[in-house]
């Protein structure tokens, strides 16, 4: 096991849905490592419930973390509230303040900015788990308003347009470290922080 060596980053143009691209190929990459996959743009990106997530190109981020495992060594019923936790606590570094939503929604004034899709496949001789997420970055309030539900930006919020590389590096530091963490003690460790941001 290696989750502890540098994350692999991979970047795509376009993709239908880095979560579903992970699934189709994952044997082309070493799963003993922890990846973080993302893509300019999703054509079919996917939330829970097999509800769609708005893409647009170039504007935020698209991404997933995956890795395998021989075997869980607890059934992992909280790893889309650790991404989920990650993400509010990158978001927290750099002057928001958001919210989780039960099970996997961060907002900001009440506004959703980021949701999680964890997906865990079994494979030969393997536990592959797949974390996506979906955060609202430089998407303009125009774009946000036509959504079907109440969403915003970092943008909006913030008034300024973000880089989204140091974004997603930021991210990946924290979910890695928090990662290391989960998999020796469960959620036991952020169950406060997490109730502590929940709605």
Request: include cysteine.
């Amino acid at each position: 096991m290696s989750l502890d060596q540098p994350i692999t980053f991979h970047h795509y143009d376009s993709l239908t849905s880095t979560n579903d691209w992970i699934k189709k190929n994952y044997a082309l990459y070493d799963l003993d490592r922890l990846h973080l996959l993302s893509a300019s743009q999703q054509t079919q990106g996917r939330g829970t419930y097999g509800k769609s997530w708005f893409s647009p190109e170039g504007l935020n981020l698209y991404a997933s973390f995956f890795f395998a495992l021989d075997t869980l060594p607890f059934p992992f019923t909280h790893i889309a509230q650790l991404l989920s936790l990650s993400s509010a606590t990158t978001l927290e570094s750099l002057g928001f303040t958001p919210k989780l939503k039960w099970p996997n929604d961060l907002l900001i004034e009440n506004k959703k900015i980021a949701g999680v899709l964890c997906e865990l496949v079994t494979i030969p001789g393997k536990t592959l788990i797949v974390l996506g997420l979906g955060l609202n970055v430089n998407m303009p309030l125009k774009l946000c308003l036509s959504l079907d539900q109440p969403a915003t930006s970092l943008a909006v919020i913030s008034k300024r347009s973000w880089e989204l590389e140091p974004l997603r590096q930021r991210l990946a530091e924290e979910f890695q470290q928090d990662l290391l963490l989960y998999l020796e003690k469960d959620f036991v460790p952020f169950y406060k922080a997490y109730t502590d941001r929940k709605l």
